[in-house]
Nanobody, 115 residues
C-alpha cells in the first residue's frame, strides 16, 4: 500500500520560511514523480512545484525564486523549502506522487502566513 505523509506546516510571519516534507512508503521512491499542490477554500488545487524521477524541476510562476523542491531517494523524501512567504501562500499543501497512470495523494498540511 502506497502512502504519502506530509509534515512541516504551521504558522509563520510574512517573510518567514518553512520546510515541508513528504515521506513515501510502499513504492520504489526513485521512480515517482512528486509534486506539491496547494488549495484554499473555494478554489481548485493548484500545482506549486514538481520534481520528476530524473531530478528535473518545475515551479508555478507565483513561487519561482522563493520555493525550492528537492528529493532524497535514499530517505524516500521530498522537501519543499519555502522562503519569503507571503499571506497569499496560505493554503493546505498536498504531496502527490505519480507512477505511470497511478496517482497517490497525502493528507495535506496547513501553512498559514500571517502577522
Amino acid at each position: 500500500q502506497v502512502q504519502l505523509v506530509e509534515s512541516g506546516g504551521g504558522l509563520v510571519q510574512p517573510g518567514g520560511s518553512l520546510r515541508l516534507t513528504c515521506v513515501a512508503s510502499g513504492i520504489t521512491f526513485s521512480t515517482l514523480n512528486v509534486a506539491w499542490y496547494r488549495q484554499t477554500p473555494g478554489k481548485r488545487r493548484e500545482l506549486v512545484a514538481l520534481i520528476v524521477s530524473d531530478g528535473s524541476t518545475n515551479y508555478a510562476d507565483s513561487v519561482k525564486g522563493r520555493f525550492t523542491i528537492s528529493r532524497d531517494n535514499a530517505k524516500n523524501t521530498v522537501h519543499l523549502q519555502m522562503n519569503s512567504l507571503k499571506p497569499e501562500d496560505t493554503a493546505v499543501y498536498y504531496c502527490k506522487g505519480t507512477y505511470y497512470l497511478e496517482t497517490y495523494w497525502g493528507q495535506g498540511t496547513q501553512v498559514t502566513v500571517s502577522s
